[in-house]
């Protein structure tokens, strides 16, 4: 008679062999550290602001508590159709055509599992956000990687796809601004992307949560492209451009069919977005563009400013056009991307994810967000200057300094 059960012999294989997020596994030991900078999550370092946050406290006095409709409350969907027909051109039935999800994870996972049955395989770009492939994987579809590179801006082409594409593809991710490397995709490739996925029958899952947060030209949105609007599930959220990562507030836009299938998922696991975070994200919509273009100024300052820093330290560093992430290349130091990542937070208490976390492509590099406060910013790249400089220079190296206006002070020279 057994006295014990062996778990690992229960747990779904599928499950068993996911490994565990990379972002997650360097936050959660920076955690453990005292004094650590962190460059690792990508989270807003602005508190989301007042008028959004007072709009759910004043929703409390009123007793919002309860379950919405599953779809979410038509008001907040009303504002999203109304959104992405002014920004884009697209028009979206608010009825019908936009789910209100648990953040843009949540819509991932059920636009996935919507799409994909067993044995399909599903392409997503290398690298990419960490979620796609296991969310991929969990839906029993295959993960077939486009390998993109920093000779070709971190982009994804028309000839990567036509060469991917199996009988067996159902589907095609995609993500710009992208996360990790910050890049941006020229119209123009997007649109020979359509043909492809238009020839051979393919959806597009596109994941614009970064749409906003665009510093070089202007974002193309997928579904506004000609023939792709009922080609293409499109999901967006609160998280990065209003600074409400915590609120979990995101959507799905896109045919009336599959979202009803999208829904039948939602409504089993979910139910339905917190009605309180529903009503601020109305306010965020309505009220809070201003602030919003204000917060995206202060990125685009600091992107500038780690471009530079990047480059006066030694690390080759493609720039970001978006999001806001930076993606140095740190393989003149000899270290793999763990190896370096590892060290720095051993060495000099500042967190960055690795670039393999990202998949293939990403080894060489490590992600470093600059949501992060200037004054941290700052320290952050004194640190990993002398961590750099151990390794690659041990003459004189410029300490890195970045004045309180967001202007780039001149460095001391130290020795290493």
Request: neutral net charge; hydrophobic residues 40%; proline residues 5%.
């Amino acid at each position: 008679m057994k006295t014990g059960i062996n778990w690992q012999s229960r747990i779904n294989p599928v499950v068993r062999e996911i490994p565990s997020s990379g972002i997650r596994r360097f936050f959660d030991l920076a955690a453990e550290m005292k004094g650590v900078i962190s460059l690792g999550v990508g989270e807003p370092d602005f508190v989301t602001p007042w008028h959004i946050r007072e709009a759910c406290m004043y929703s409390l006095e009123k007793g919002y508590t309860m379950y919405t409709s599953n779809q979410g409350l038509l008001e907040l969907r009303e504002e999203i159709a109304r959104d992405l027909a002014e920004s884009y051109g697209v028009i979206y039935d608010p009825r019908s055509e936009i789910l209100i999800t648990v953040g843009v994870s949540e819509g991932l996972d059920l636009a996935l599992r919507t799409v994909v049955c067993p044995g399909d395989e599903v392409l997503i770009p290398d690298p990419s956000y960490v979620s796609y492939a296991p969310c991929a994987s969990l839906a029993g579809a295959r993960p077939v990687y486009l390998p993109t590179s920093v000779e070709n801006g971190f982009q994804v082409t028309a000839e990567m796809v036509e060469k991917a594409v199996t009988p067996k593809t159902k589907a095609l991710v995609m993500c710009y601004p992208n996360n990790p490397t910050g890049a941006t995709i020229d119209r123009q490739l997007l649109m020979e992307i359509a043909e492809v996925v238009k020839y051979h029958d393919l959806i597009v899952i596109s994941d614009e949560i970064y749409d906003k947060l665009t510093y070089v030209g202007e974002h193309t949105c997928m579904s506004s492209l000609p023939g792709m609007r009922d080609r293409t599930i499109l999901l967006n959220g609160f998280s990065k451009a209003y600074a409400m990562t915590g609120w979990r507030v995101g959507y799905a836009a896109g045919n009336g069919d599959f979202i009803a299938a999208m829904k039948k998922i939602h409504q089993y696991t979910m139910l339905c977005a917190p009605i309180t975070a529903q009503v601020a994200a109305v306010e965020a919509l309505k009220n809070g563009k201003p602030g919003m273009k204000k917060m995206v100024e202060h990125y685009n300052r600091r992107r500038r400013l780690v471009l530079q820093a990047f480059q006066e330290i030694g690390l080759p560093c493609f720039e970001p056009r978006g999001a806001f992430y930076a993606f140095p290349d740190i393989r003149v130091t000899g270290l793999s991307s763990e190896e370096f990542a590892r060290q720095l937070l051993q060495e000099e208490k500042v967190a960055v994810v690795p670039g393999s976390a990202f998949g293939v492509q990403g080894e060489g590099y490590v992600r470093c967000s600059y949501a992060a406060s200037v004054e941290e910013l700052s320290e952050a790249f004194k640190r990993m200057n002398s961590f750099v400089g151990r390794r690659v220079n041990r003459g004189k190296i410029l300490t890195i300094a970045f004045g309180k206006n967001g202007q780039k002070k001149e460095g001391i020279c130290q020795s290493i």
